[in-house]
């Protein structure tokens, strides 16, 4: 397999962003838990019985979004968040004038100037290219619960 390059247009820019080299990525999600997971083991103690159900759970849940957004402000560093889009960014390119690819890196403090709900956008993106089959649904997360399929045995010729 690949690393895999997906090109993605946010609020009329366009980005061509490719998967982090295993390494790379290990290190930014080991990076990236560190300064989440209090946050998510937060929100998941409003959750009744393991389960969330956001349609009548969500009242529930707002008095530890406080106490998870406090967590959050207090785990995240300047360093984390440079990490992060520096990383992130240099596995990015964008599209300028006549069609002309850069690598976002070279670019990013210009390309975001002023435009951090933009940046934001981005980053979710990058996010989901490089970790979304690892967090969502069908991911492994999404899966923590599921019993493990069998492999069938291979046929033995007599």
Not at 57 to 69: C, I, N, R, S, Y
Not at 132 to 140: A, E, H, I, Y
Request: net charge negative; charged share 25%; hydrophobic share 45%.
């Amino acid at each position: 397999m690949g690393l895999k390059t997906v090109e993605v247009s946010i609020d009329g820019k366009d980005y061509r962003i490719t998967q982090l080299p295993f390494g790379a990525s290990q290190r930014l999600l080991t990076r990236l838990m560190r300064v989440v997971g209090p946050v998510l083991a937060e929100l998941a103690a409003g959750v009744k019985d393991g389960k969330a159900n956001l349609e009548s759970d969500l009242t529930e849940l707002m008095p530890t979004f406080g106490p998870a957004v406090e967590k959050l402000c207090a785990s995240l560093g300047d360093d984390d968040l440079d990490f992060l889009f520096k990383t992130l960014a240099g596995h990015s390119e964008v599209s300028l004038s006549e069609g002309k690819w850069v690598n976002l890196k070279d670019v990013m403090e210009m390309e975001f100037a002023g435009e951090f709900p933009h940046a934001i956008k981005w980053l979710v993106e990058s996010l989901k290219v490089n970790f979304g089959n690892f967090f969502g649904d069908r991911g492994l997360l999404g899966r923590a619960g599921a019993p493990a399929k069998e492999k069938a045995a291979p046929s033995q010729k007599a």
